[in-house]
């Protein structure tokens, strides 16, 4: 059995022992021993020339044995010498591991790195957060979990920024529920009252809202799935929000509006987001009106809409609209009251030309005078005639003009839009058919 100091004094002769191993290979040689006899100088086949005894032979192959055990003794002892050789080597290596991690160590201690201030360090690791829109999963392979494995300062000085751990997804797994409750819970605890922005899929509400519980009044933003998950309806989470400004709803259905409409109706005044991911189902004015008073608060709204109609009456219930998102199927023609709302800044446009009555109608109803981004994609070509007339009865300070999907814009409609306003950016975006 080897001592640690044995050990050491390995560790301290392997370069003897390389030394004498080179010496010993440089002058040694397998010396392979004369195997020829008569019987091998001239094979016969004919076995009657062999001596009646064989006795000649038999001695052959007693030799032969001897031979044979001899080689096998020294194969044995080289296969036992390498081994060593290949323990020793691994030694080595793990000797060159330790040395290359104490020197890694010492050179961290006089790198620039390990002196930033906290504050220099806080900003570093904001921009290690993965660069998404979708909010992800607590994962130990990305920030801010990732930070909190390299050493201890930076631990500390993660795990002390609450803004790093306030955005993320939940899901329910009946599987390992209780191992991710601990690390959800372990996110919320770190975001230490900071406004939370969570995305929940596939949830169990009951657990999902036991979770919670301590840290409703920090949910400032929330994305949900409307599917239900063992039997429990998902609104029960919309309830005792009282911070809530974001919202934003997958997987709804025309049977789930009214549910649905009825918790989102009880939502704080501090409510100023609402979208339809999936920009469906589409609304009509009934539907809408499920919804009030939300309504009232609302600067950015994305929802489909099957008459032109609700979409006056979605500018009327929200006065303090700036941002709209529509996505529009008309099936039917319906007179119109022309409408001028004066907060909208952006408005987009999603439809299927072929599936829709003319957008025309709406579209003269219609003025913005303080509109700054105007965006529409649909499979077929634009109405140009009532967008310009449109931007020209507005008379707004339009920045951009974006199309995209099926759209196609001529050089000579690009100039008719640039005459009207000459600061005016025309995009043509082909990359997706939706926003």
Known sequence: MQTACSKSNVFESVSDIIGALRGIL????????????????????????????????????????????????????????????????????????????SMNLHKGLVSALWRLPTEVLSQIFNHCLPETKMLLFPSNLKAPMLLTGICRRWREVAVGMPNLWCRF????????????????????????????????????????????????????????????????????????????????????????????AQSISRLPSTMRSLKVIDM???????????????WTHLTDVQIAVCHPNAVLHLLQLCPNLSSLSLRLAFDQ???????????LRSLRILYDALLMLPLSGLLNALLFPNLRALEARCNTSLPHGYMKALLARSNCPLETLTVGGGVTITDAQRAEYVSLIPSLEVVVDYSSKYF
């Open 26 to 101: 440089a002058c040694s040689q397998v010396i392979l021993p004369v195997l020829e006899t008569p019987y091998s100088r001239s094979p016969n086949t004919d076995r009657s020339t062999v001596e009646p005894e064989g006795q000649s032979v038999i001695s052959i192959i007693a030799q032969r044995q001897q031979q044979l055990d001899a080689v096998m003794h020294e194969i044995s002892g080289l296969e036992a010498v390498m081994d060593s050789v290949k323990d020793l080597h691994q030694q080595v290596v793990k000797k060159k591991e330790k040395i290359t991690q």
């Open 169 to 260: 997804y939940v899901e329910f797994n009946t599987k390992d529920w209780e191992r991710a409750a601990l690390c959800y819970e372990l996110w919320l605890k770190r975001s230490r009252g900071c406004p939370l922005s969570l995305a929940l899929g596939h949830y169990h509400a009951t657990k999902l809202r036991s979770l919670l519980q301590p840290y409703m009044t920090h949910i400032t933003s929330l994305r949900l799935s409307v599917r239900p998950f063992q039997g429990e309806c998902p609104q029960l989470i919309l309830t005792d929000l009282p911070a809530l400004r974001e919202l934003a709803i997958l997987g709804m259905t025309v049977p789930d509006i009214p549910t649905i």
């Open 280 to 294: 469906r189902p589409f609304f009509d004015i009934e539907r809408l009106s499920f919804f009030s008073p939300v």
């Open 333 to 343: 023609v319906e007179p119109l009251k022309s409408l001028t709302h004066t907060e």
